[in-house]
């Protein structure tokens, strides 16, 4: 079976843990032994691979993420890149054609399209082997419907034909009021859930129609002229011949911090002392500054590089305005080799921590409009500074006037305090160069 | 007149904004003007002004928040600087110490004693011209007592013979039940605000008899090892003959999240969005993370370099033993030549941003476990390294190995990133050396 995990999201519902490069399912929020935690996209590779079978996994990102994915996932796990994004049609033909072109999977293979983050149990991934029988030449095309457990204003609906356990569809109804949701489910409906069963033919057949392409190759290149739309509207609306199976266990959507400390194992993570008054309140602290809670009920801490949220619950689904006023660049990031963290901002001038893997390196690049100064304060590695090669360790200095090619390769890990000095210092400021070590 | 101004305090009461070395009389919390605002020190100082008459000011501290102080005193308020804390017996002995022996104040010359810190509007310190008049040979000692406006359990009450505007004291009641306060309101007690009067030389004539000696030199010589007793009990309680003069006026104790919160003109200090479900909430950020605070109640939310403070207004009274259990250095310090800010904890590094003002330098000094880089980020001046002196700028480097000797005199204003490597780095590692520009 080939799964294919759609991992995106702008990042602002869940502020401060949360920015454009981290989504929330890399937050490591969900307790798995004494103080390790384990992310939402961490916890759903787990669970399909608990299924047993032999699955192979895509995950579908922008380009933007793929550093900090592949920190979080093994070897074995494959990513189709999206150049930017375009939501889930554009994303999901192109994982299609990735694993097609790519991978020289089978145009007959079915594909299960899921996202990354529904908190569900293992029963959940292993209904998908139900799902994909049910993908036939008269269906194209599955879904797993989520049996409601109250009339949400929150999902989409799916209206199958009959309320059996698997079922012709019969329409589709967006996100209802309360009393219509009630109605739907009295005959049966099911909670879109996203997930999606069919042949890799009938997806690169529906990208040729709609895109006017269906290679992997062409996808990429045409990508950043694609219109905006989700699977749901391009695809599934006009399909009329659709099979759904409905799914009883446990799903939840995690994507606002009052549901996603529903089910977060511990109450608080990070630095945090609270007094015998807090009621029902958890605090994640990311920050490295102490926390201290007293009489909080029913609320939200949650603190990083980024900022501090304090919020009750319910109110914190109403985030994201309020995050839309903060204009500062992104103040940490990991990355594949490892993370950066601002530490100082001033008008001519930032100081950044840097973090570098054992055997990773920075990108071979230059600046027009900074200076910088490493401050080597662990860690041996060697520079390339203009072309020429030097052993670094602790305590040494390497000055990077403007104009200069520089790269730092790390021997062990290493932790390097970056202060660049300029004017208007941006991260749109690099000229990047191919170098062969 | 004489008043001396006792400025202690620990700081853990309105943590984090407060820490070891600089206490709530020097958080900016006073809204004076568009987004300017004074502390409770500047807020007494001005008020003390206001008075109109020939008064001359005398700060009692620690030598450890002397720096810190100078920051916010004109030049004509003067300092009597303790080695160490010992309570306000010592402090008001060496205070009235320093202003007979050091200033040459005649010892015929009445003082005012009065805590730093009381939140009152500006007839309280009118009340002084009142206060000393009661002072004689019959009455060597005058207190203020506030008219109670609650049965506080908080305050000792001064219990007079009369309920005149101005009586002889009967006795002292140290912090009552709700119950007893109450009693003693009908009788006319006065809460004890630690305002007392009294000439020079009676309270050198008790420090000669309690702690063996009455000039300046020798109080300091042996300040360290004198016992920590109160004013009220080494000396008040012990006094046959008081007068207490009633001050009806506001006089409030903002020791407390929630008492000074009170208050305080505005609502939020620093950067904060608050969304409109928050109420009687009060944020005061002193980090440079933006917070959002959604939904939250009759609550203080205080950030600082120290750390984070979410709590009721009433619980935050109970804040101590938490704070008591957070082990870490001081993360930032205003001092007279400027601030300090640690921005990144290392096993076996430091690095910190220092504010240099112009004209202003650091001690010459060297470290023998940490060899430290000074990043010059922003300014002019020049270092001396062992004698030898450097100009320096925005963006130079300077290496200051283990041993070495080293200082920088600020130009203009400065700012700098001071790298600091070695192990067990610490602020006692540091060897103070004269040196003569």
Known sequence: MQIILLSGGSGQRLWPLSNDIRSKQFIKIFNIANDQHESMLQRTLRQIRNIGENVSITVATSKKQETILKKYIDSDVKISSEPCRKNTFPSIALAASYLHDIQKISLDEIVVVCPVDPYVDDNFFVAFKQLIKHVSDEFPLALMGINPTYPSEKYGYIIPVSTEEVSKVKSFKEKPDCQTAQKYIEVGALWNGGVFAFKIKYVLDKAQKLLGCSSYSELIKKYDSFQSISFDYAIVEHEPNIKVIRYNGEWRDVGTWNTLTEVMDTNHIGKAQVDEACKNL????????????????????????????????????????????????????????????????????????????????????????????????????????????????????????????????????????????????????????????
């Not at 500054?289 to 980024?306: D, F, Q, R, T, Y």
């Not at 006023?325 to 993370?339: D, L, P, V």
């Not at 360790?393 to 790269?407: A, L, M, Q, V, Y």
């Open 282 to 437: 958890h605090i994640v602290n990311e920050s490295d500054l102490p926390i201290i809670c007293m009489g909080i009920e029913n609320a939200v801490v949650a603190a990083s590089p980024e900022g501090i949220l304090i919020s009750d619950k319910v109110r914190s689904a109403y985030i994201k305005p309020f995050v839309e006023n903060i204009h500062q660049q992104i103040r940490f990031a990991e990355k594949s080799w490892g993370s950066f963290k601002v530490i100082d901002i001033e008008n001519n001038s930032l100081t950044i921590k840097v973090i570098l893997a054992k055997n990773q390196r920075m990108s071979y690049q230059c600046h027009r409009n900074r200076s910088e100064i490493w401050n080597i304060i662990e860690g041996i590695g060697y520079t390339i500074i203009d072309g020429v090669k030097r052993n670094v360790k602790t305590g040494d200095i390497i000055e990077i006037p403007i104009g200069c090619k520089h790269t730092i390769v790390a021997v062990s890990d290493m932790k390097i305090i970056e202060v660049q000095i300029g004017k208007s210092i941006n991260v749109e400021d690099k000229e990047i160069f191919e170098f062969n070590l």
